[in-house]
């Protein structure tokens, strides 16, 4: 019974220190959330934080489009670089599937290299846990996260942890989105979507200094059209 007992103290310590670092962390990205941190670095704090709380070696985060027939990577750890940014196709796989059910998406396949890492040479089975982004029945991103090799045991704490950070993920997403729309409205005319005056004395100024440091030399024309 002692020796028993002595084996359960350590596991029951690892635990208490793990559940401690998860409401560190957590507490942690909340106060970024609620401050006015740039949106870029907070969506890699609530991923690294993410893969690290869950031991995973890899993970994404990212936007579906409106139709939910492109998905567009933010951000990601173990994933190819010159996809972020980039639409990638949702007519079937993964992210299909979380699209479409909206619900968490557990397996074990070669997508993820297939996919996200195409410089593999050989596609390896990977461990995936796709949890969807949405604040009501709209899924509108995913937050994933990769074990590779295939082995690990994917557990509910895992599932928990990924949902949990996927709500902060969801309104830095939120955030961001409305950052982007508040610049495209401040340098593009309403009506017709063609750049304003703002955004010309913008250029203007940004040549103008150029010019002064001597890195380009132009003229500038005015055409009264009225």
Same mark, same amino acid.
């Given at each position: ?6 084996r ?5 310590s690892?635990?208490q220190?793990r559940?401690l670092?998860r409401d ?8 970024l959330l609620v401050?006015?941190? %740039? ?5 890699k704090t609530v991923l690294?934080n993410?893969v ?5 070696t890899?993970?994404?985060?990212g936007l579906y489009?409106k %139709?939910?027939?492109?998905?567009v990577?933010h951000?990601?750890?173990g ?8 639409g990638l196709?949702?007519q079937d796989?993964p992210?299909h ?5 909206g619900e968490?998406y557990?397996? &074990?396949?070669?997508w993820?290299?297939s996919v ?5 040479e050989?596609?390896?089975?990977t461990?995936?846990l796709?949890?969807p982004l ?6 509108k ?6 074990w590779?090799? &295939?082995g690990k ?6 599932a928990?942890?990924?949902r949990q950070?996927s ?8 955030r961001l989105q409305?950052?982007?729309k508040?610049?495209?409205?401040a340098?593009y005319d309403v009506?017709?979507?063609?750049p304003?005056?703002a955004?010309?004395n913008?250029?203007?100024g940004q040549e103008?200094?150029?010019?002064r440091?001597g ?8 055409? %009264?059209? %009225?």
């Amino acid at each position: 019974a002692t020796r028993n007992a002595r084996r359960r103290i350590p596991i029951r310590s690892q635990t208490q220190d793990r559940l401690l670092r998860r409401d560190r962390q957590y507490r942690a990205t909340t106060n970024l959330l609620v401050s006015n941190s %740039d949106v870029n670095e907070l969506m890699k704090t609530v991923l690294g934080n993410a893969v690290e709380l869950v031991e995973a070696t890899g993970g994404f985060i990212g936007l579906y489009d409106k %139709d939910g027939q492109e998905f567009v990577l933010h951000d990601g750890i173990g994933v190819s670089p010159n996809l972020f940014g980039s639409g990638l196709v949702c007519q079937d796989g993964p992210l299909h599937k979380v699209y479409e059910s909206g619900e968490i998406y557990q397996a &074990a396949d070669v997508w993820w290299e297939s996919v996200l890492e195409p410089e593999a040479e050989k596609p390896v089975l990977t461990s995936m846990l796709l949890v969807p982004l949405k604040p009501g029945r709209q899924v509108k991103g995913v937050l994933a996260a990769a074990w590779k090799p &295939a082995g690990k045991v994917i557990i509910q704490e895992d599932a928990e942890i990924l949902r949990q950070f996927s709500d902060l993920a969801f309104f830095a997403m939120d955030r961001l989105q409305a950052q982007v729309k508040i610049q495209h409205m401040a340098y593009y005319d309403v009506l017709t979507e063609l750049p304003n005056r703002a955004q010309l004395n913008q250029k203007i100024g940004q040549e103008l200094e150029r010019a002064r440091s001597g890195k380009s030399a132009g003229i500038l024309l005015f055409i %009264d059209i %009225d």
